[in-house]
């Protein structure tokens, strides 16, 4: 008869937390791996005004020079969005900007941004928005010149395309480039021509960390994506004020409807229709047919705007990116080109319901900045 063996259960019970142990500390070495990372950037630029509108020559009598603080968030493979765009870097950011010029004054901006790589993380891509505060914002009486800025506080945006070469000397490294900086208060007061300044930027950025090996999820990536199409139904919101200089902040609601396709995991093209009520085009179109009898347009004149528009959306996990160009089919009034186009950020609280902000512009005037809330169907 065979002896039966009494630690058989032991061991095969000991095998089993070796095995367990042996998978938790794995998970944790590869959490910890894909751990995000700290990174600070300095930035130095200089370069020119714009001159989008005839109203800035008065303004212009220097090169703005800036400085640009940047403290990054770098993801290494946490989420599936991190592979999916190349491991981008986000985080907050501290602008300031010297516009050289008595009647511009200074610039003053923070935000938030992503940093977005290419040829072999190499070129960088940086888009960057916030909230901008001005130390001379226009007045009638002791800065009646400065047509730019109409409000003390703005928005400011910034795009920089940087050659960068990371740990050069340990963890210090270089970037170089150009950038494009924009503030506007979208016409929430007047006047608001607003300021785009090009330029070029040297900095230093430096690693708090030494980053991981990337994990490759090329399941993720390679993945196809399909949606059927979807409808949208959104309401942007807000308060502005017309051309005419101190004729008080007017509500407007555009109303729109899209419908749009999901190219891949990132993108998706857009098609809709949207309808302006904008007041404060009403209480100009009054204005104008009084003040200036000579210009054939009559106080009664409809000032509801219908517009079509094309548009493109990128998603970056819960946030996304817009981007619009539409051409208005009723527009009575013609106060304003009959093109225009917006740039928006949202945020999607859920698969359906978003809310975001957008600037709604012509050219490079903005008319409105608005509030965003909608349903993705």
């Given amino acids: 008869m065979a002896k039966k063996n009494i630690f058989a259960p032991l061991r095969l019970k000991m095998k089993a937390l070796a095995c367990a142990f042996f998978l938790m500390v794995t998970a944790l070495v590869s959490a910890q791996q894909f751990d995000d990372t700290n990174a600070f950037e300095v930035n130095i630029f200089r370069g020119n005004i714009m001159l989008h509108s005839p109203d800035l020559v008065q303004v212009i009598t220097g090169h703005p020079e800036s400085v640009m603080l940047s403290f990054a968030k770098k993801t290494h493979g946490k989420e599936a969005w991190h592979d999916i765009y190349n491991f981008p870097d986000y985080g907050a950011y501290f602008l300031y900007q010297n516009f050289n010029s008595p009647i511009l004054g200074k610039n003053y901006a923070v935000g938030a941004f992503y940093n977005f790589y290419f040829l072999r993380r190499h070129l960088s891509f940086k888009i960057a928005q916030g909230i901008a505060m001005t130390t001379n914002q226009y007045d009638k009486e002791t800065n009646n010149k400065n047509t730019a800025f109409g409000s003390k506080y703005m928005a400011n945006t910034v795009f920089a395309l940087n050659y960068k070469k990371e740990n050069l000397i340990d963890q210090f490294g270089l970037q170089t480039g150009i950038t494009f900086t924009h503030f506007s208060n979208g016409r929430l007061k007047s006047p608001n021509s607003g300021i785009n300044t090009y330029n070029f930027n040297i900095g230093i950025n430096y690693n708090f960390e030494n980053a991981p090996n990337k994990p490759k999820d090329s399941v993720a990536v390679r993945m196809k994506f399909t949606e059927p199409i979807r409808y949208n139904v959104l309401v942007r919101a807000g308060f502005n004020e017309s051309l005419n200089v101190g004729s008080g902040q007017k509500p407007f609601y555009h109303i729109g409807f899209y419908a749009d ?29 009084i003040a ?11 000032y509801k705007r219908v517009g079509i528009f094309v548009g493109h959306e990128l998603f970056i996990n819960r946030i996304s990116i817009e981007a619009q160009l539409g051409y208005y089919v009723y527009d009575p009034a013609h ?19 978003f809310a975001g902000v957008s600037v709604k512009t012509h050219g490079f005037l903005a008319e409105a900045l608005e509030g965003v809330v909608g349903v993705r169907l």
């Fill in 335 to 353: 106060i304003d080109t009959p093109v225009y186009d917006r740039l928006g950020m949202k945020y999607y609280i859920t698969k359906q319901i």
């Fill in 261 to 289: 396709k999901r190219l891949n995991r990132k993108s998706a093209l857009q098609f809709g229709s949207e309808l302006f009520l904008t007041t404060s085009i009403k209480e100009y179109i009054r204005f104008r047919s």
């Fill in 292 to 302: 200036f009898p000579e210009q054939p347009i009559d106080a009664n004149t409809d």
